[in-house]
């Protein structure tokens, strides 16, 4: 029950305001606006990716990176503490890793299916 807890205060505290950043995922269809067709949906797909890669890994990484490196500071020798920010720091470049690479595989399928669209790409 208190990693229940946990992870709501973590989400209303950190991803939460993270979220309330996201804004305007749908610009079509609307009075004024484009009609929706492939290119609007490639569109929020770009959008929604370059949210997580952003606005979510990188500073969730970074900031598993400062803690880890914390726990390295201030070990003061001890094995536990060292394995432990040790761990952090592995899981912190797996996920960036991870990440980056389904930016990648998406991308790679896109051209394949042949849209050549200007999102793809940073």
């Not at 500071?73 to 720091?89: C, D």
């Amino acid at each position: 029950m208190q990693n229940v807890k946990k992870s709501i205060i973590f989400l209303s505290m950190f991803i939460l305001p993270i979220i309330s950043f996201a804004k305007g995922l749908i610009q079509c269809g609307g009075q004024g606006e484009p009609v929706c067709d492939f290119t609007a949906l490639m569109s929020l797909v770009n959008t929604i990716i370059h949210f997580i890669l952003f606005y979510l890994a990188i500073p969730i990484s970074a900031i598993m990176f400062f803690y880890a490196g914390f726990l390295m500071v201030t070990s003061a020798g001890s094995s536990e503490s060292k394995t432990k920010a040790k761990g952090i720091f592995s899981s912190a470049v797996y996920g960036l890793v991870v990440a980056a690479a389904g930016w990648l595989i998406i991308r790679t399928i896109l051209q394949i299916l042949g849209f050549d669209g200007a999102w793809i790409g940073f």
